[in-house]
C-alpha cells in the first residue's frame, strides 16, 4: 500500500528512492516515507507521538491515485518549519 513494489527491493534498490523516481515520473500511487517524513507528521499531527508510515499513509488514502503529490506538497511545505 505504502510502498512501491517488491521488485525494487529485489534489485538493491530502496523504496524511499523508488518512491521519489516514481513521483518524478508521474507515478504518484506511492508515498515515499522517510524518517523525516515521520518527525514532520509526529509533530504536526500527532503532538510529537511517535508515529508508523502505516498512520501517515491513512492521512492521505482520500486523493487516491494523487497521494503521492498531495504528500509532496504537504511535506514540501512543511519541511520549512524544522
Do not use: C
Amino acid at each position: 500500500m505504502l510502498q512501491p513494489p517488491s521488485r525494487v527491493e529485489d534489485t538493491g534498490g530502496n523504496p524511499y528512492a523508488a518512491a521519489n523516481l516514481l513521483l518524478i515520473l508521474d507515478r504518484s500511487d506511492f508515498i515515499s516515507i522517510d524518517s523525516w517524513a515521520l518527525k514532520l507528521a509526529s509533530h504536526e499531527w500527532f503532538r510529537g507521538k511517535p508515529i508508523t508510515a502505516k498512520e501517515v499513509g491513512k492521512r492521505f488514502e482520500k486523493w487516491g491515485e494523487f497521494k503521492g503529490f498531495a504528500f509532496w506538497k504537504e511535506f514540501g511545505i512543511l519541511s520549512n518549519l524544522f
